[in-house]
């Protein structure tokens, strides 16, 4: 049995044709300034990502968020390899994605580090309580996901971090926070 196959078997991915797997080299791409530019003008969702335990607090915002299965709930974020919170988030193994409102830019801000804040100072600004897995979810945003990390791949400047979601927290409905256009917008 081929290491692929194994990781499928493991996962429960036995449906999933060898074909998938991609070749290790990286073909040509655009340039990074090319590719930015196009980045921007999609929209994405808002998030504050999340962790707390034996490691510390800390949070940071993200777009680069989707979900992966809903039968094992998976999803996926992505964080620069050069944050101060991805050593965090690797020793707690536990993260809570956050789903802004349109209103919260200034708490995207904070943990985007447009301010002087970091660690778990940037929790003084709106009101957090601690989920099951101990990690931070926001009182009124619009959705949190609680998770627990299965798996970590660095993929060139960032890290793509995949969990098991364990818990969801609805809160009421409303306009989302989205990042358009080197922007705020809201849907």
């Known amino acids: 049995m081929t290491e692929g196959e194994q990781v499928r078997q493991v996962a429960g991915l036995q449906r999933i044709p060898s074909i998938c797997q991609v070749p290790p080299e990286v073909p040509p791409t655009v340039g990074a300034a090319e590719f930015r530019e196009a980045m921007c003008l999609m ?55 956050n789903t802004l409102r349109a209103h919260q830019t200034d708490i995207a801000d904070m943990f985007a580090g ?41 993929v060139s400047t960032h890290v793509v971090v995949f969990g098991a979601v364990t818990g969801v927290r609805h809160g009421s409905l409303g306009a989302a926070l989205v990042y358009q256009n080197r922007t705020y917008k809201t849907v």
């Open 43 to 97: 929209g994405a969702a808002v998030n504050v990502v999340t962790t707390s335990g034996d490691a510390g607090r800390t949070g940071f915002t993200a777009t680069a968020v989707c979900s992966v299965s809903d039968d094992p709930a998976a999803i996926l974020f992505c964080v620069n390899g050069r944050s101060s919170s991805l050593p965090i988030l690797v020793d707690n193994g536990v993260a809570c994605i």
């Open 114 to 154: 447009r301010s002087k804040v970091s660690g778990s100072e940037r929790f003084a600004l709106g009101s957090w309580t601690d989920l099951a897995n101990g990690c931070p979810a926001l009182d009124d945003g619009l959705i949190a996901f609680e998770c627990r990390i299965t798996e970590m791949k660095a």
